[in-house]
């Protein structure tokens, strides 16, 4: 058993911190932690990230010296996007995160209160204690069903031509880091989440055969931020709401809040909830749930055409409304912009949404 860890450094506190969840979000902020010099434990089962992870290439430099990733022009929306796009290769990532400072813990977490977390080999207790286990379940879900194949391929961010009749669903085609090919049919946004049967379905109806590692993702895409005034552990990355309703990113949002948090740390907790969420960013976000009541009333056709019309923006509109999390002005006027370019069926559904 540990106890309770508050020392003053000369003028600046430093603090004990747990962090449970070993993804991107919690080694993103163990990392950013123990460089302020903060006492850190991570808790984690394992010691692999095995989902494939992208930001847009502009914000790789968010990830930390050592990183590497895989840039390509991706084609959206029948159009190539103006911003280029990443894939990480997690084992560099995940090496470049890891420090003298964090001590990492093989185990789960069975409970956590803002203090303490119980494990599933004893009790750690510390001055503040951080949940990055992940999206908690929601109402709306993005699934995928991914094949990974050896032969290149054109890279495709959205391709929302339907290959049979149904609910709509994109290929997502990206290169990975080992020179392979990871081919993915995606649901963006269903209530519930499209099955991995009908989506292997449908790319194969997509592409033929293709065989390969398959790689299987689902997670909730409507998150809410936490109460203002919540308690228990401060929630971090994916479990806080980061998740992009129209992307379902997270990563680059962890890693740019990742210091920020660290550095708010020695005010308390309260403070630290309310740099996660300031009320920009909660402006943001209702904003963005606004967006994604638009998607869910789209039909498979409508999809395709919402999409051509907002990759038709010009890039500092895609860019606030895609990666802007506090840029409220940005946001407003992005989807200004996209529904004065939507025709009136289009614009009846963002009315109505």
């Not at 991107?24 to 932690?33: I, Q, S, T």
């Not at 956590?112 to 204690?129: C, D, I, K, P, W």
Request: hydrophobic share 45%; aromatic share 8%.
């Amino acid at each position: 058993m540990r106890e309770t860890l508050v020392v003053v450094w000369w003028d600046r506190l430093v603090v004990g911190v747990v962090v449970v969840g070993g993804g991107p979000a919690g080694w993103a902020l163990a990392r950013a932690c123990a460089r302020r010099g903060h006492a850190v434990t991570l808790v984690a089962p394992g010691h692999r990230w095995h989902a494939t992870y992208g930001v847009w290439a502009d914000e790789a430099r968010l990830l930390p010296p050592g990183s590497r990733w895989v840039t390509t022009r991706v084609r959206g929306g029948g159009r190539v996007l103006p911003r280029e796009y990443a894939v990480l290769d997690n084992d560099s990532v995940l090496a470049a995160c890891a420090s003298p400072g964090i001590e990492v813990v093989r185990a789960r977490a069975t409970a956590m209160t803002a203090g303490s977390a119980t494990l599933t080999t004893g009790e750690v207790r510390h001055g503040m204690v951080f949940d990055a286990t992940g999206a908690r379940r929601g109402e709306v879900e993005q699934t995928a069903y991914g094949v990974i194949v050896p032969e290149p391929r054109e890279a495709v961010f959205m391709d929302w031509r339907q290959p049979t009749d149904g609910p709509a669903t994109f290929l997502y085609a990206i290169p990975l880091p080992d020179g392979r090919m990871l081919l993915e049919e995606t649901s963006l946004a269903r209530e519930p989440g499209l099955g991995f049967d009908e989506l292997r379905d449908r790319l194969h109806a997509r592409l033929g055969e293709v065989t390969g590692p398959v790689e299987r993702v689902r997670f909730p895409v409507d998150v809410p931020p936490p109460p203002r005034r919540a308690r228990g552990p401060i929630r971090f990355g994916a479990a806080a709401g980061l998740v992009h309703p129209a992307t379902g990113f997270s990563v680059a949002d962890a890693f740019r809040l990742a210091p920020v948090v660290a550095d708010t740390i020695g005010r308390g907790q309260r403070a630290v909830r309310r740099v996660i969420w300031p009320w920009r960013a909660r402006l943001v976000y209702q904003l963005r749930m606004r967006g994604l009541a638009t998607l869910l009333s789209l039909t498979a056709t409508e999809h395709e055409e919402f999409f051509d019309l907002f990759f038709a923006l010009p890039v500092r509109h895609q860019r606030a409304y895609l990666s802007g999390r506090t840029d409220v002005l940005g946001t407003v006027a992005a989807m200004t912009a996209l529904f004065r370019a939507a025709p009136a069926h289009l614009r009846r559904k963002m009315i109505a949404s």
